[in-house]
């Protein structure tokens, strides 16, 4: 039947740092909200650099798990946090407890590279 199809989206991102203004976070989260408005029925994945430290904080631990490799989340980590909460989903590298090795960005010597470890 027809109302039982459903696609796989796959969204890409590249959330801006930290250091970046309001605006311009509130203007990707805005994007981003569009974007996953696709049809409710399918499935969706956020897969990119979130550029989000999530924290370890109780209240937060039905979205992002207990396991993140910082104590405190930082001003992206609760954007991408309040963003997951209102679309019913999870923070899925944050549910599972793995080394702290795998929970880290690694950069290169000169600064020029950064690798950032998601493991689901």
Not at 32 to 41: N, S
Not at 56 to 71: A, C, V
Request: glycine letters at 4%.
């Amino acid at each position: 039947m027809l109302e039982d199809y459903f696609s796989t989206n796959l969204i890409f991102v590249r959330a801006p740092t930290e250091e970046k203004d309001d605006d311009e976070k509130d203007n990707f989260y805005q994007d981003l909200d569009q974007i996953y408005e696709c049809p409710k029925r399918d499935v969706k994945i956020i897969i990119g650099d979130l550029n989000a430290k999530m924290g370890q904080e109780e209240m937060y631990r039905p979205i992002i798990g207990k396991y993140s490799l910082h104590i405190l989340s930082i001003d992206n980590g609760i954007r991408l946090t309040n963003f997951a909460c209102s679309k019913n989903m999870v923070v899925a590298s944050t549910l599972l407890n793995h080394k702290d090795i795998h929970k880290m960005t690694w950069r290169s010597p000169d600064g020029r590279l950064s690798i950032r470890y998601i493991i689901s």
